[in-house]
């Protein structure tokens, strides 16, 4: 399995971006895939999920801002991130697994361990 992140960069705050996660060898139909972001000094967080089993999930500390989608494929998955603001500064993580689901219990604050693939990650940085 591999994921693999794109989109990212430098932007403006209050500016928009789109983060795509390509899995090849996983589905939506397999399990979960979602982000975490990891910032300079903090701990990697949950950021968001989507599942066929759970639907979607977005933190509440991006609710409002973030959202997350698939396509038709069902191996891509979309975080699309608006009103950006400087603490949204971070690297991003797509992660697949396929026995976990798609929970606040699981995906709001601190990485508790446990995701079965990752993908590299990628710098978002939000600067004037």
């Known amino acids: 399995v591999q994921l693999v992140e794109s989109g990212g960069g430098l932007v403006r705050p209050g500016g928009s971006l789109r983060l795509p996660c390509a899995a090849s060898?996983?589905?939506?139909?397999?399990?979960?895939i979602g982000w975490f972001r990891q910032a300079p000094g903090k701990e990697r967080e949950g950021v968001s999920c989507i599942s066929r089993e759970d639907g979607t999930y977005v933190s509440q500390d991006v609710r409002g801002r973030f959202t997350i989608s698939t396509d038709n494929t069902r191996n891509t998955v979309y975080l699309q991130m608006d009103n950006l603001a400087p603490e949204d500064s971070a690297h991003y993580y797509c992660?697949?697994?396929?026995?976990?689901?798609?929970?606040?219990?699981?995906?709001?604050?601190?990485?508790?361990?446990?995701?079965?693939?990752w993908g590299k990650g990628i710098l978002v940085t939000v600067s004037s």
């Open positions: 060898e996983f589905s939506l139909d397999e399990g979960v």
């Open positions: 992660a697949a697994d396929r026995e976990r689901g798609c929970r606040g219990g699981y995906w709001y604050g601190p990485y508790v361990g446990g995701m079965e693939y």
